[in-house]
Every structure is written in structure tokens, then in C-alpha cells.
């Protein structure tokens, strides 16, 4: 036996030990209940811990907007009725946050909303041109693949942190733009640069994941239609627009939702890049929800929790499109 | 070398550069330095004084002043060119600033302090790693207890991720009974319910269990994954169940068939799970700054953000905290880099 194979047994013994011992009263088990019992059996701790940490909140969370005051828990809640919602959407103009009762509540609707299409929109364009390039003849393709892949894997932390520290006074952009006579500055203090660098930093840290769900969408396509293309001297673009894009469009739809729905839900490294600010600038939906029932004092969880209904409802709008247009792409591809 | 040169910067056909190679390799450089440059430059800040972080312009590499002991003075003193006013330059250490002129001394004959412009002197510098800002903030800030709680989050998690989603997987996709299309559809409807529509009912949920301000209040509710067992059943059904039948006659249990069968072979799939759920829960982030509130039960992440959002940021702590959370998550990203990109390109999920 090989060292490394009598290691590993070495290392499996206890788990066969307690693997063992389980055995025999789930024998008992399977006597008395039979398999569909043991079916349930197997099913149960996923289902339960699913349940109590998933299902049910969701369905306490429409309760929970119901009710009004600061206790957190439900028995010592007075019911409202539909106040929060009313508060939320009490406005003379909804295009303008400033004239609601819950203004920080519309600028963050609104901030997200810019957010979202600008976000998505070039996070789409260069994850599609990255794909473009990475399915090209590459020599160390991979490598190139595992460059813009990079950030995905980084914690939200990690990216916010690290781009604050470029973004500061004596940061590493004010350096490289320091030879071409641009002066040093804050640009987390502007509230223009910190919008414009929340949606870069993301599309920083996620393009590299939707860069290479393309690229296995592209790589899918067949080549034999390339070879016939080739062959009949179509020129690159008339392919690109005829044969990748038709083609590539199942992959493109599930992209683009993709990045829908968590581009709603932007949240994590833009907290540590500007907390939101300066004022409410990149104050965002999900941290509207987490300062409302958790940070503002009082607080008020029945308030979020009708703001994260609201969002759930988007949320579950763009799920049914992309079932529903994934479906159709699905048909497509077939055909 | 030629011919090496020639094959990585091969082109579309023909000899010419035709505009698509400009565009690809443009592209790729500056994407190279775009996605790297950041994470290096954390890096090689990481290693600086506080003093080498406050100068503008930055150097990219971490230089420290020099100083010496001179006899006669109890403290080092910094060391500094100093262009003479007859044109030659010495190395000098400066006793004392008085406004705009600056008292300097010999450190090799230490005799009465010369009078000089602040103007004619540059301190000498070398390239010194600052190896205290990774030391410190072990001492300092309970670092290693952050750690090991990130550690103990992740590890119990992504276990407890493997076997409970194992075990549905298996019911899900090996076993014929009423209500498996219903288990099965909550599992894929709730696939897209993310913690920010959630958080208020799950903290008072997490209250009443007793387990606000512990970490198994972290662990418990990210456990029970959707995704993890889609991609298990998904691998699972391709298990034939002849195997499973055979197992049977010959009088194995149903637990035995499920751990010495049916998990052997989906240690594919669970190796890309166990690889996800690493990633995610040592990433995770919201939902432990809410759970956690008090400061020996920190995460790493919640740790770095609490310290980062203080009025007076110690950057050099900061910078060198934040490069130790990046280490496991780029050992994953080296190693196993590829089960997580065909994973991913498999999947869909993140």
C-alpha cells in the first residue's frame, strides 16, 4: 500500500467508526418505516433547518410589515395594518425623494434604479468582449481566463477596502493621474465620483463571472458553422451578428438576469467603499432595509420589512422572466 | 525564442496586424493590470510605515527613512543627504527642525549640530518591509481570535453543508414518494430568496433560538443551500440505479448504500460544492456584522469592516489584515481554480 493511500485510511477510520455506529438504529429505522420512510429520513435535516431559517421568515416577514413599534418580536408588535406601506410610498412626487415622508427610502430607490441600468449595462458589454477575446486562438488561454476571474472569488470586504485605500488622498489613482497635472483628490467625498466608483468597483469585482459563463456559451457553439462560414468567405461581422449572437443568446438572457437581480441587491462592498455616502449618495436598497431594522435608532423592523417585500416583488418579477425567457431560449437552442 | 514570441502573439491569419489582435491584446493587458494592479498595490502598501503611507506621491515599493544611533543623542536619528553649501553632498542625521533650517550632526564625528536649509537635505531610504503591521495586530486587536472564528464558521458550515445536502440529495433523486416534486419545487422557487429580503424575521427567529451573538446563529441559517443540493441531485441521477439495487440484495442498509455507495461517487460534485461554500461563508459578510455584536466573536469580515470604519483608520493594520482574509481565498483561486470555473460554467451559480 502506498503511503499516501494508508494515510487516507488512517484518516477515514473514525469516519467509518462513527458511520457504523449510525448503522445500526437506522437499520431499526428502515424495518419499521420502509424506504419511502428513510426517503424522508434523508430529506429531513435539509428540509427542517430550510424551513426554520428560510420558509418561515419569509412567510413572518408579510406579518412583520404589518405591525408597527420598535420590539422585535412579534407577540410585542401592535398591529398596523398597511401604515408602513402608506409611509413608504407617501410622496407629493415620486420623481423627486425629497418631497416623501420616507426620503431615504426614494433616494435609495432611486439610487439603486441608476445603479441597475448602468451597472448592468456595462457589466454586459464587457463581459461580452471579454468572452469575444478569451474564446479567441489564445496561446495560455486559461491563464487569461483566471486574470479576470481574479476579484470574483475576493470578499466584498476585501474589494472595498482595497479600492477605498486606491481611491483615497494618497492613492494610487491620484499617482498615476498625478503626471498629467491633475491635482490630488477625495474622491470618495464627491458625490458624482462615489456613485461613478460604486458601480466601477463592482463591475471590477463581478464582471470575471458573467465574463465566463459566455465564454462557455461561445464555446458551445459549433464549429462546423464557423468552418461553412469561413468556407463561403462571410465577412466578421455578418458571423458575429448571424451566427455567435442568435446563438449565444440563451446564455446572453440568463446574463442579463443574473445580473439583475444581484445588481438589485448591491449591498456589500459598496458599504465598505463609501457607507452610503458622502450624504446619500450611494446609499443603496438593501442597506436602506439594514440601517431601517437594525442601525436608526429607533428602529423599525416593521418598516424594513415591508421595504424588503418591495424589493422581493422585483426580485420575483425577474426570476419568472428568466424562467419565462429562459425556457424560450431553451426551445431555440434545440431548434 | 522567436517562434515562441511568434506563437503567443499569433494573429488572425495574414501577416498584418489586423485590428481585432490590437483590440484583443489591448484588452488583455490592460485587463491584467486592471485586475491584478489593485491587489498588488494592497500588497506592497501593506508593507509600509505609517509614515511611507501618508506621503504623496507614493512610492510603489515600501521604502523606510534610515536612521542611526549617534552617540551622544539617546534616540535614532533619521539620516539625510545634505548638499553642502560647497556643492558636496554628505550624509548627515538631523538632531532637531527649527522651522525652515534643521540642526544636523555627523554620525561619524558627532561635534557641534550644523545649521541647514530644509530645503538642501533628502532623507536616505532603502527598501524595509514594515513586518510589524502583520505582527501587531495580532498583540492589538485579538486578531487571532477573529481568525479562528472565521475559521471555525467556514469549516462547520461548509461540513454541515456537505452532509445535510448530500442526504436530500440523495432522497430527491434516488428514491420514489408523495410530495418529492413539492420538496423539489420549494427547493428551486426559493433558489433566488436572498438574505436582504429576509434579514428582520430571521434575526428575531435567530433571537428566540438563543443564538443571537453566536456563532452557530452564523452557520445554522446558511447551511441548508438550495444550490447544493441542485448540483448534488443534478450529479446524483446520473448514478445508475442498478448499483443501488444490486447494494440491496445484497442486504445493505439504505444508510450504508448512501455513504459507502452513492457519496464515493459524487466526490466530484461534493468537492466543487465544498470549494463553493469555503468561498461563500468565508466571504460572507451581512448577515455575521447582524448577528455579531460583540467583539471576541467577530469574524474576519466583520472584524476588518468594524475597524475600517473607525474615525481614525489605522491603515497600516488594516492593509496588512485585509491581505491575510485575501490569503485563503487566493490559495482556492490557484489551486482550484478550475473546478470552480467549469463549476460555474456548468452551473450558473455563484
Wanted: aromatic share 14%; with cysteine; glycine share 6%.
Amino acid at each position: 500500500m502506498s503511503p499516501s493511500a494508508s494515510l487516507r485510511e488512517i484518516a477515514l477510520t473514525p469516519v467509518r467508526v462513527v458511520m457504523g455506529l449510525i448503522d445500526a438504529p437506522l437499520r431499526a429505522l428502515q424495518k419499521r418505516t420502509g424506504l419511502s420512510g428513510m426517503a424522508l429520513f434523508f430529506l429531513a435535516p435539509n428540509m427542517l433547518i430550510f424551513g426554520i431559517f428560510v420558509l418561515l421568515p419569509l412567510a413572518i416577514n408579510f406579518v412583520y410589515s404589518l405591525t408597527g413599534g420598535s420590539a422585535l418580536f412579534l407577540p410585542d408588535r401592535s398591529y398596523v395594518g398597511g401604515n408602513q406601506y402608506e409611509r413608504l410610498f407617501d410622496c407629493s412626487s415620486y420623481l423627486d425623494p425629497l418631497t416623501c415622508q420616507e426620503d431615504a427610502f426614494w433616494t435609495a430607490v432611486s439610487n439603486t434604479f441608476w445603479f441597475v441600468v448602468l451597472q448592468v449595462t456595462f457589466m454586459i458589454l464587457a463581459a461580452l468582449v471579454t468572452a469575444l477575446i478569451l474564446n479567441r486562438n489564445l496561446a495560455a488561454r486559461s491563464f487569461w481566463r483566471a486574470v479576470f476571474f481574479f476579484p470574483v472569488l475576493l470578499s466584498p470586504v476585501v474589494v472595498g477596502l482595497i479600492w477605498r485605500w486606491i481611491l483615497q488622498r494618497q492613492g494610487l489613482l491620484n499617482f498615476i493621474l498625478y503626471p498629467f497635472g491633475v491635482e490630488p483628490y477625495t474622491w470618495l467625498t464627491d458625490r458624482m465620483w462615489s456613485f461613478t466608483a460604486a458601480v466601477g468597483v463592482s463591475l471590477w469585482a463581478h464582471m470575471g463571472f458573467y465574463a465566463l459563463i459566455l465564454l462557455a456559451g461561445l464555446q458551445a457553439i459549433p464549429k462546423d458553422l464557423y468552418e461553412a462560414a469561413d468556407m463561403d468567405g462571410t465577412r466578421p461581422a455578418r458571423v458575429f451578428w448571424r451566427i455567435t449572437l442568435p446563438l449565444l443568446m440563451p446564455n446572453l438572457i440568463v446574463v442579463i438576469v443574473l445580473a439583475l437581480i444581484r445588481s438589485v441587491q448591491v449591498f456589500d462592498e459598496v458599504y465598505i467603499l463609501t457607507g452610503g455616502g458622502p450624504g446619500t449618495s450611494t446609499l443603496f436598497l438593501t442597506q436602506y432595509i439594514y440601517e431601517t431594522g437594525f442601525v436608526s435608532q429607533p428602529r423599525n423592523p416593521g418598516l424594513a420589512a415591508a421595504a424588503s417585500i418591495l424589493m422581493g416583488l422585483v426580485l420575483v418579477v425577474l426570476t419568472l422572466l428568466q424562467l419565462g425567457l429562459g425556457r424560450r431560449g431553451e426551445n431555440k437552442g434545440k431548434r | 525564442m522567436g517562434r515562441t514570441i511568434g506563437f503567443i502573439l499569433r494573429r488572425r491569419g495574414g501577416k498584418f496586424w489586423h485590428w481585432t489582435d490590437i483590440v484583443t491584446w489591448v484588452w488583455l493587458i490592460g485587463g491584467l493590470l486592471i485586475m491584478f494592479g489593485p491587489a498588488l498595490w494592497l500588497i506592497f502598501s501593506s508593507f509600509k510605515t505609517p509614515a511611507a503611507l501618508a506621503e504623496f506621491p507614493p512610492s510603489i515599493l515600501p521604502y523606510a527613512s534610515q536612521q542611526v544611533t549617534v552617540q551622544g543623542y539617546d534616540k535614532p536619528l533619521v539620516l539625510y543627504d545634505v548638499t553642502l553649501p560647497d556643492g558636496t553632498t554628505k550624509k548627515l542625521a538631523e538632531v532637531r527642525r527649527i522651522g525652515l533650517f534643521s540642526q544636523m550632526v555627523d554620525p561619524q564625528t558627532p561635534g557641534e549640530p550644523i545649521r541647514v536649509s530644509i530645503n538642501d537635505r533628502k532623507p536616505v531610504r532603502a527598501l524595509s518591509f514594515a513586518t510589524e503591521n502583520y505582527t501587531e495586530p495580532f498583540v492589538h486587536f485579538d486578531f487571532f481570535r477573529y481568525l479562528g472564528n472565521s475559521v471555525f464558521v467556514t469549516v462547520m458550515a461548509t461540513l454541515i453543508t456537505l452532509v445535510v445536502n448530500s442526504m436530500a440529495a440523495f432522497a430527491l433523486s434516488k428514491y420514489e414518494f408523495r410530495g418529492r416534486s413539492f420538496a423539489m419545487l420549494i427547493i428551486l422557487a426559493t433558489l433566488m430568496v436572498p438574505l436582504s429580503v429576509i434579514m428582520v424575521p430571521l434575526y428575531s427567529i435567530i433571537s428566540t433560538l438563543g443564538l443571537f451573538n453566536n456563532l452557530w446563529g452564523v452557520i445554522l441559517p446558511t447551511v441548508a443551500t438550495p444550490t447544493g443540493v441542485f448540483i448534488l441531485r443534478q450529479y446524483m441521477l446520473t448514478i445508475p440505479d442498478e448499483l443501488i439495487d444490486a447494494a440491496r440484495m445484497d442486504k445493505a442498509s439504505e444508510w450504508q448504500i448512501y455513504w459507502r455507495i452513492v457519496l464515493p461517487l459524487t466526490a466530484p460534485a461534493l468537492a466543487v460544492l465544498a470549494i463553493f461554500s469555503v468561498v461563500w461563508r468565508w466571504n460572507d459578510f451581512l448577515w455575521p456584522l447582524i448577528v455579531l455584536s460583540r467583539k471576541e466573536l467577530y469574524t474576519l469580515q466583520v472584524g476588518l469592516s468594524i475597524y475600517s470604519g473607525e474615525l481614525n483608520v489605522q491603515w497600516h493594520f488594516i492593509l496588512s489584515m485585509t491581505v491575510v482574509t485575501m490569503i485563503p481565498v487566493v490559495l482556492v483561486f490557484i489551486f482550484l481554480q478550475r473546478f470552480i470555473t467549469t463549476g460555474i460554467a456548468g452551473t450558473g451559480l455563484k
